[in-house]
């Protein structure tokens, strides 16, 4: 392997190649994925300043039958960038590649880096008077590279759709390190097979993302945000229709947040004063964008929430006041997976079902749930605009969380899945598979799509040096 190393010296330079050949060398920030699920060993992490550098790394690990995992800010949830224990593979990391290359008012599409991160992005669109819709709780530190190879969601789903929807180009090394000249701004293109489309979600198994062209969208003239406490899941659904219905394009986030989730974040964090939420059994968070002014969304939501209100869809409601204040109830929300942390190791999915059966699956995974396992804790919030819930499972109050995870996982996922395939729902809705998920897929994805996919990763990349390990298993 040292002359791998020597090559993948000479493509990015002395500098960009980190190893344990120097011990005082820390590669830990790389190696150990977000969650602390997986703690690998790099053979070298590579930190390429450009495209071509990307390509020369790639053509280098090739030929020396060396795999690649690529990783951008490394904040992926199911442990997907990080390599594995075996010291063989290499870390490719997108960090130095952040450049905006290119922004098009007129044609509302910009063109960047994929090492970008995403916080920088959005503030480059604003300086422009522009809007990249793309929100979500770790944005200062995800990447655009992240996001596209996981298909990430977020808060802005319901109106802007996922990165995929907002991704019109991309710049792709190839696992040969050829480079494919993607980065179209067209909206229209129907030339055959679509190869962005293919890269997209594909989690580094088919090829490295080096650069997308993405489009942008006219500021709103006004955002406003209101916090609701529901009396069931019955009724967020319908409040649901009812904003779509009244709202229309200007409904651009609705999150439900369940009481005991909101219960944490009000006893680990007591400076953020959760409204409503010990009376009700949900709260939900609705975000109106309105393209005339402030005035008119007021005016717009609070002819919402009296019509909520009559129909006793909604118990009680406050709408901001003012950005601030529409900030700390959003932080509020984003604080649930960092409130249930604290509170301890837990077991997580991230799963979407058809909005109208949400409620019914619910009902039903609960039970399973709290027959199966008295005292167990449910944390359900989510995109509930999108159908898609975090309905995860904290160990019963006084349980050790280590054996808890050790011992119950696997039933706990059973049960969950289960309900979930019942319901002709996904076992991942926005976090991507990575090796986490990987030996689940194949028993809740339709066989003839498993094949399908192996036939791709098989024609792009046949000596599986991509990410292996991945989303599909050998
Ligand atoms: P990484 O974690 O570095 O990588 C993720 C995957 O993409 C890995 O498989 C990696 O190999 C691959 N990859 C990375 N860069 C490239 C590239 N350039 N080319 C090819 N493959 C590449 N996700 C959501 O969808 N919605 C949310 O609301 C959301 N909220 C989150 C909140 C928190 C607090 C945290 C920690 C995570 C959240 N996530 C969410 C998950 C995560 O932020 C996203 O998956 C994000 O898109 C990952 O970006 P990243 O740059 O960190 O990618």
Request: with cysteine; aromatic share 4%; proline share 5%.
């Amino acid at each position: 392997m040292s002359g791998l190393l020597a090559e993948l010296r000479q493509a990015v330079g002395e500098a960009h190649v980190l190893t344990h050949e120097d011990p005082a060398t820390d590669l830990s920030a790389w190696e150990n994925d977000w969650r602390r699920r997986a703690q690998g060993r790099a053979l070298a992490v590579v930190r390429p300043g450009s495209t071509p550098e990307v390509a020369a790394v790639v053509r280098a690990c090739a030929a020396a039958g060396a795999s690649i995992v690529p990783q951008g800010g490394n904040t992926g949830l199911v442990v997907g960038s990080v390599p594995d224990a075996s010291g063989t593979q290499v870390l490719l990391s997108l960090g130095r590649m952040q450049a905006v290359r290119a922004l098009d008012k007129a044609n509302l599409t910009v063109t960047v880096e994929a090492g970008c991160i995403l916080q920088n992005l959005q503030q480059a669109a604003d300086q422009a008077g522009l809007l990249f819709p793309l929100s979500l709780a770790a944005e200062g530190s995800c990447t655009i590279g992240g996001n596209l190879a996981t298909n990430a969601g977020g808060t802005q789903v319901l109106r802007y759709g996922n990165a995929r929807e907002l991704c019109l180009g991309l710049e792709v090394v190839t696992a040969q390190g050829e480079v494919w000249h993607g980065l179209t701004g067209l909206r229209k293109d129907n030339t055959g097979y679509d190869l962005r489309d293919l890269f997209i979600g594909s989690e580094g198994t088919l090829g490295i993302i080096t650069a997308a062209t993405l489009k942008l969208y006219p500021q709103p003239a006004a955002q406003l945000t209101a916090w609701a406490a529901v009396p069931s899941l019955e009724a967020a659904v319908r409040l649901l229709g009812l904003a779509q219905q009244q709202l229309g394009a200007g409904l651009t986030g609705f999150e439900v947040m369940g009481q005991f989730a909101l219960g944490l974040v009000a006893r680990h964090f007591p400076a953020q004063r959760v409204p409503l939420w010990q009376s009700s059994p949900f709260c939900v968070l609705l975000e109106n964008s309105d393209t005339e002014s402030e005035t008119h969304a007021r005016a717009l939501f609070e002819r919402l929430l009296e019509t909520a209100l009559e129909q006793e869809l909604v118990s009680d409601a406050v709408v901001a006041e003012n950005l601030a204040q529409a900030g700390q109830l959003w932080h509020i929300r984003e604080s649930i997976p960092m409130a249930q942390a604290e509170e301890g190791l837990n077991i997580k999915h991230d799963i979407s079902i058809p909005v109208s059966r949400i409620p019914a699956f619910c009902e039903e995974a609960d039970a399973l749930l709290t027959q199966a396992i008295p005292g167990v804790r449910l944390v359900n919030f989510g995109h509930l605009g999108d159908g898609n819930l975090h309905y995860n499972v904290q160990a019963p109050l006084g349980a050790n969380a280590q054996d808890f995870l050790q011992t119950e996982e696997a039933r706990v996922n059973a049960l969950v899945f289960g309900a979930v395939a019942r319901y002709h729902g996904s076992i991942s809705a926005e976090h991507g598979v990575g090796s986490l998920k990987a030996a689940t897929l194949p028993h809740y994805k339709d066989p003839v799509a498993i094949g399908l996919m192996r036939a791709i990763k098989q024609a792009l990349d046949p000596n599986n040096l991509m990410n292996p390990g991945r989303v599909l298993l050998p």
